[in-house]
């Protein structure tokens, strides 16, 4: 991981100064593009198969983010169900066997068709734009707006993938090619190719939330640039704009702006008083005490109510009830990470069970365990910005999944919901890159390398396995 400084002629020297240092990550370099040129038609073209692979409405919530849009489309979130529409896609998920055999939409009724998992109570931005985009195809059949907004998804998980791509030419200086196996890497991963086909809100959030960490390596990689920090804002802004789930991408964000103003290395101490400093400080101006107990302040009710749709006081206190909430933890680690990996469709259809769900949770505990090691031999704690990316990675990971468990709060008689995995691909990217880095840290420092292609080609045979899966499960019964 150690920078090596490569030696440039003097043309090239000269070619360089007259570019802007701002604008130099954005001039890409004919090897690159000459990377993009293959890269992403393949991603695009991969991501396609999944598209029309799966039948119309068979993804996580899609019927939900159809309608969403298509309200929108036909009148504004504010205005009355289009029962006309509503009643368009009941019939088609109707002959699309959504539903149990004997189940069928009461079409005549003058109200809107039962239809699950209703989206209004997310952020509008994600189905604003789509709206915008789908506009001028709303008197096309249902299922053809449903596809163009797939392959709108397509494009997003194609852009995804070069941005995983670029943020990899940048922690990987000195072996361009682990870059491109990180990049095909996220793109084969099952059940995030799945989702990332979707007409789904998530599809957004993800491509955002990558944006956002390419910027955050150049910050911490170049300091204060205007590149990374655009990238890194947009993204987060965008991200946190189109669902809840991206709030703790602020945490990043944070950490990555102040070490793209403090170049120099902190001891540990600065950040423990750091953080209980800035913790002191939030805590005062989002609750006060009083003899009744803890109370949001008036413009944290405000986010409870118009934003978090939670309140933060119960939620908070509910963390402490661990004795109740050990159970839950355990089993939402078992069903978050074998829907991150392979759980397709609704979640209901699963990759060679139980082989894919105990390889990847095999090669999870091997890439912790190979972090481990690094870090104890010192072989990933190099000096300088490289040590700082990796540092971000494994809090943002953290972060994400503190989050995911903070989902099942607050606790009380009711069987809490479950999270998915897909609630943790906001933090794809690093959590990708520490899987690869550490899998490489358990073979010989020669054999690195083809360590990284093993990898890639493992994801490889689960990803066929999957598109197979979905052939057999939907067109072979």
């Known amino acids: 991981m150690a920078h090596i400084e490569v030696p440039v002629t003097s043309s090239e020297a000269s070619t360089a100064n007259?570019?802007?240092?701002?604008?130099?990550?954005?001039?890409?370099?004919?090897?690159d593009?000459?990377?993009?040129?293959?890269?992403?038609?393949?991603?695009?073209?991969?991501t396609l198969i999944y598209v029309f692979l799966v039948p119309p409405w068979q993804h996580y919530d899609e019927p939900g983010h159809f309608l969403y849009t298509a309200y929108i489309i036909r009148g504004g979130i504010t205005e009355p169900d289009d029962v006309a529409i509503a009643r368009e896609v009941a019939d088609s998920m109707y002959r699309h066997r959504f539903w149990s055999p004997g189940v069928k939409p009461d079409l005549l009724s003058p109200l809107p068709p039962g239809i699950p998992t209703d989206q209004r109570q997310h952020p509008p931005f994600y189905y604003g734009m789509m709206a915008w985009l789908l506009g001028p195809l709303r008197y096309l059949p249902v299922e053809h707006q449903l596809y163009a907004g797939r392959i709108i998804s397509a494009f997003l998980m194609t852009l995804t993938v070069v941005t995983v791509w670029r943020a990899g030419c940048i922690v990987f200086p000195n072996a361009p090619q682990m870059a491109v196996i990180l990049a095909l890497f996220v793109a084969t991963i099952p059940a995030f190719a799945d989702l990332m086909s979707a007409f789904n809100s998530d599809v957004l959030m993800n491509f955002a939330a990558a944006t956002a960490f390419l910027g955050f390596a150049i910050l911490i990689r170049?300091?204060?640039?205007?590149?990374?920090?655009?990238l890194a804002i947009l993204g987060t802004m965008v991200a946190v704009l189109t669902k809840r789930t991206a709030m703790p991408l602020?945490?990043?964000?944070?950490?990555?702006?102040?070490?793209?103003?403090?170049?120099?290395?902190?001891?540990?101490?600065?950040?423990?008083?750091?953080?209980?400093a800035f913790t002191s400080v939030l805590l005062m101006v989002s609750f006060t005490f009083d003899s009744k107990?803890?109370?949001?302040?008036?413009?944290?009710?405000?986010v409870e109510q118009e934003y978090l749709r939670i309140k933060i006081v119960p939620w908070l206190l509910s963390w402490g009830n661990w004795e109740q909430a050990w159970p839950w933890y355990r089993r939402t680690l078992e069903i978050a990470h074998n829907h991150f990996w392979v759980r397709l469709a609704w979640g209901h259809i699963a990759v060679w069970p139980p082989v894919g769900d105990w390889f990847f949770a095999g090669l999870s505990v091997a890439a912790i365990g190979g972090l481990l090691r690094g870090i104890w031999q010192r072989t990933l704690l190099t000096p300088g910005w490289q040590s700082?990316?990796?540092?971000?990675?494994?809090?943002?990971?953290?972060?994400?999944?503190?989050?995911l468990f903070g989902r099942l709060h607050p606790l009380g008689d009711r069987t809490p919901y479950i999270p998915r995995g897909r609630?943790?691909?906001?933090?794809?990217?690093?959590?990708?890159?520490?899987?690869?880095?550490?899998?490489?840290?358990?073979?010989?420092?020669?054999?690195?390398?083809?360590?990284?292609?093993?990898?890639?080609?493992?994801?490889?045979?689960?990803?066929?396995?999957?598109?197979?899966?979905?052939?057999?499960?939907?067109?072979?019964?």
């Open 388 to 403: 700082r990316w990796l540092w971000l990675c494994v809090i943002a990971v953290v972060v994400a999944w503190i989050a």
């Open 222 to 230: 170049d300091g204060w640039r205007l590149t990374g920090l655009g």
């Open 423 to 477: 609630y943790l691909y906001w933090a794809m990217l690093p959590a990708m890159w520490l899987l690869m880095v550490g899998w490489q840290q358990l073979w010989p420092k020669q054999w690195r390398r083809l360590a990284a292609y093993i990898l890639l080609i493992t994801t490889r045979v689960f990803d066929l396995i999957a598109m197979l899966t979905l052939v057999r499960f939907y067109y072979m019964v």
């Open 33 to 46: 593009w000459l990377v993009i040129r293959w890269l992403a038609p393949l991603a695009f073209l991969h």
């Open 18 to 31: 007259r570019i802007p240092r701002w604008w130099r990550f954005m001039t890409l370099t004919r090897d």
């Open 293 to 302: 107990g803890l109370h949001s302040r008036p413009w944290l009710a405000m």
């Open 250 to 276: 602020l945490i990043p964000l944070i950490l990555a702006l102040i070490w793209s103003f403090w170049r120099r290395p902190l001891r540990w101490w600065v950040y423990l008083a750091g953080s209980i």
